[in-house]
């Protein structure tokens, strides 16, 4: 159980086209879920807080206009880049927080399996 | 917010010894640290995890160690394999389950 899957694996786009991105929890709802981006041979920099029905927060330094997130229902967050650039090449990783039931207790997320962007 | 530091930034050990990998994190309200392999173009892997009101937790030839009050945890890694090798990231929750990473540890194991 406690699948996330991301859509596309991998994407080439040209400079200045826009890119979406989707992560879906496949067996269970995610009220929050976050998404990380990973420059080659570096850490999962935290980019943005995505939450259902609400407006996605954003770390600084992270422009919001640039990297749109829609999270339309528990089960679904969309990332997308706009007018993409070469410098926005990188690995985007998605992770998905159980909705808890009461009484329930977790820290754990689930990570999807990547997309790797690349913008020539 | 939340600063964690992680060293060093390369192991390589004998298959059979031990790895050691250490955290420090800066937020006192971070409750939670768990530990993520990551092979290459692969999603992190979460490998064990500790909260704050544990000071120890082992699985198998894996155990982590956390000192709230010198806010560091440690993983450590015994009778390591060859398929140990990969990049090791600690991390650390604190408000809003947002998780803090660490730069992260490639260990490789001499066979």
């Known amino acids: 159980g406690a699948v996330v899957s991301q859509h596309p694996s991998w994407v080439i786009c040209k400079s200045g086209t826009s890119v979406k991105i989707e992560c879906r929890s496949l067996?269970?709802?995610?009220?929050?879920m976050f998404w990380y981006r990973q420059f080659p041979k570096q850490s999962l920099m935290l980019m943005a807080t995505?939450?259902?029905?609400?407006?996605?927060?954003?770390e600084q330094g992270v422009e919001k206009d640039k990297f749109l997130i829609n999270h339309a229902s528990l089960t679904l967050s969309t990332l997308t880049v706009t007018s993409a650039h070469p410098e926005d090449s990188s690995f985007y990783i998605c992770?998905?927080?159980?909705?808890?039931?009461?009484?329930?207790?977790?820290?754990?997320?689930?990570f999807g399996p990547g997309t790797r962007l690349t913008v020539l | 917010g939340e600063n964690v530091e992680q060293h060093p930034s390369t192991l390589s050990v004998q298959e059979g010894d031990s790895a050691v990998i250490k955290c420090t994190y800066s937020?006192?309200?971070?409750?939670?640290f768990p530990w993520y392999k990551q092979e290459l173009g692969k999603r992190p892997q979460l490998i064990i995890d500790?909260?704050?009101?544990?000071g120890e937790k082992k699985d198998q030839r894996i155990a982590v160690t956390l000192n709230k009050t010198a806010k560091h945890f440690s993983l450590h890694i015994t009778e390591t394999q060859p398929e140990d090798s990969a990049v090791y990231f600690c991390?650390?929750?604190?408000?809003?389950?947002?998780?803090?990473f660490g730069a992260g540890t490639t260990v490789t194991v001499r066979a």
């Open positions: 995505s939450n259902e029905g609400s407006k996605a927060t954003y």
């Open positions: 937020d006192s309200a971070s409750n939670y």
């Open positions: 067996d269970f709802q995610a009220t929050t």
């Open positions: 500790i909260r704050s009101n544990v």
């Open positions: 992770s998905a927080f159980p909705l808890l039931l009461a009484r329930e207790v977790t820290d754990t997320q689930y």
């Open positions: 991390a650390a929750t604190g408000r809003g389950y947002k998780l803090s």
